[in-house]
């Protein structure tokens, strides 16, 4: 029982696919958007600025970075889920067709970006599941001297101490490295780290 549970929750949740995926896709749309909307404040984006979304899921921080970017910037989002990137798709439509987001295949570990091409990068949700050392250190490949990178996640669904995520930021080069707990009403407390690549 539990094994299934798990699965469902993956299914709907950390991999998305399918029917279940969809609908776990449309509750994160939902609780999730105070922290998507968090993160691009965070990012301290303006208008120009080239952005990477690593795992965006339904596509809700997308249109809040390119709200923050326009008129002339660019949001990436890369997520592994077919079905995540369709939500995001549908969207996202308007921005698309102004050219203002992409949303491609992807994961933190491979973003497909080139190397210091990023004035930031936000990940919401996924730093769970991803092989951290091999993203953390695809995210300050991708950075451009002086970018930031801003992770966010429900300590609930984070596997290992918080302050893990700051030795990872450290071992792949970030310095100033900002880790804090931001304690919610209805949620366990966000987990919020912002650092940045040295100029
Ligand atoms: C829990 S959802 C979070 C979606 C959204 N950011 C939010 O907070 O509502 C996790 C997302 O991460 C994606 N994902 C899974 N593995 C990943 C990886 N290695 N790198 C980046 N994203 C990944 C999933 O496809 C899914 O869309």
Do not use: Y
Not at 27 to 41: H, I, P, S, W
Not at 55 to 65: K, S, T
Not at 132 to 142: K, T
Request: with cysteine; aromatic share 4%; glycine share 10%.
């Amino acid at each position: 029982m539990a094994k299934l549970m798990m699965r469902v929750f993956d299914q709907g949740f950390g991999h998305p696919s399918g029917l279940v995926g969809r609908l776990g896709g449309a509750l994160m749309a939902k609780v999730n958007a105070e922290q998507e909307t968090r993160a691009v404040e965070q990012a301290g984006l303006g208008s120009g600025d080239t952005l990477v979304v690593v795992g965006h899921g339904p596509g809700v921080g997308l249109r809040l970075a390119a709200e923050a970017v326009t008129p002339k910037g660019h949001v990436l989002g890369v997520d592994p889920s077919a079905a995540m990137r369709e939500m995001a798709v549908s969207r996202c439509e308007e921005e698309i067709a102004r050219e203002l987001v992409e949303i491609r295949d992807g994961t933190a570990e491979q973003t497909g970006c080139a190397d210091a091409s990023a004035d930031a990068v936000i990940s919401v949700n996924n730093v769970m599941l991803w092989e951290r050392p091999r993203g953390f250190a695809e995210l300050f490949r991708v950075l451009r001297p002086g970018g930031r990178v801003v992770i966010s996640v429900h300590r609930h669904v984070l596997d290992v101490e918080p302050e893990e995520l700051r030795k990872d930021a450290v071992q792949a080069g970030f310095d100033r490295v900002d880790l804090t707990l931001r304690p919610r009403k209805f949620n366990s407390p966000a987990i919020e780290l912002v650092a940045h690549r040295p100029a």
